[in-house]
């Protein structure tokens, strides 16, 4: 095979929606004797660095799970330090991805957020909208079971006659039915789990798991991960 031949069977394999499952940022904090806030924030700084080496790569989607309906059980003082996080990364880095062409959208139960922080993210979706060249999405107040009991009662509201609901149906019901499903789903920290991320649309994603802290994972492991993607052999069921 030409070497034009062995770059186009590259990209090919490439996946086209990358999923992250940013874990460990409290464990990193405490093994080096910092407060858990360090670690969310260091946490944050690896997450921009990942959203410019996806862009890098060409990666069309990326949707990270930073949020999920379970992390309301955690300490009252470190969900408050979260919440200011997230409106500083609205307020702030918002317009950069808007001059990149990067959409910005939200997965998951918006209503569950104090209304500040509701207006903050719609106004950031609403500002990237139009812009094509990647959909970067959080997952914030997500659950996958949650995403599908909330998909449940929207066909309820149609209502549709039952012989009508079919996958494809269904799947319209979706939070973000516009994207499509991961191709690949990254976990760090070393967990062997998925925790309900994207419980409906991962059903055929390669997982990959990193045993490295979310913020010491470097553009080495994503490369590392996109280049084990290459290597599997995606048959989806056939």
């Known amino acids: 095979m030409d ?9 090919d394999k490439s996946p086209k929606h990358i999923g ?14 910092l407060p858990t806030f360090e670690g969310h924030r260091t946490g944050v700084e690896t997450f921009k660095k ?13 949707t990270v799970f930073t949020f999920s309906t379970e992390n ?20 702030n880095e918002i317009d950069a991805l808007d001059k990149k062409g990067v959409r910005f959208n939200v997965l998951g139960r918006l209503e569950g957020f104090p209304k500040v922080l509701q207006e903050e993210m719609r106004r950031a979706m ?7 060249k990647a959909i970067f999405s959080l ?3 997500y659950g996958g079971r949650a995403e599908i009991v909330d998909a449940v009662k929207k066909i309820i509201a149609t209502g549709v006659k039952l012989e009508q609901i079919t996958e494809e149906f269904f799947g319209k019901f979706l939070y973000a039915p ?3 499903d991961p191709d690949l789903i990254i976990r760090t920290s070393g967990e062997l789990r998925t925790s309900g991320f994207l419980l409906w649309e991962a059903a055929y994603s390669e997982l990959y798991f990193c045993k490295k ?11 590392e991960a996109i280049e084990e993607f290459g290597r599997r052999q995606r048959r989806f069921g056939q």
């Open 178 to 180: 516009e994207i499509p």
């Open 126 to 132: 609403a500002k990237t909208k139009s812009n094509v």
């Open 3 to 11: 070497k034009l031949g062995t770059i186009y069977c590259m990209q």
């Open 20 to 33: 992250i499952i940013m874990d460990g940022n409290r464990r990193w904090a405490r093994e080096r004797g």
């Open 50 to 62: 990942v959203g410019q080496w996806c862009l890098d790569r060409g990666i069309k989607y990326l």
């Open 213 to 223: 802290y979310w913020p010491d994972f470097s553009e080495k492991d994503l490369d």
């Open 72 to 91: 309301w059980n955690r300490p009252k003082n470190e969900i408050n330090y979260l919440l200011k996080l997230f409106k500083s990364i609205l307020r």
């Open 139 to 141: 997952a914030l107040n």
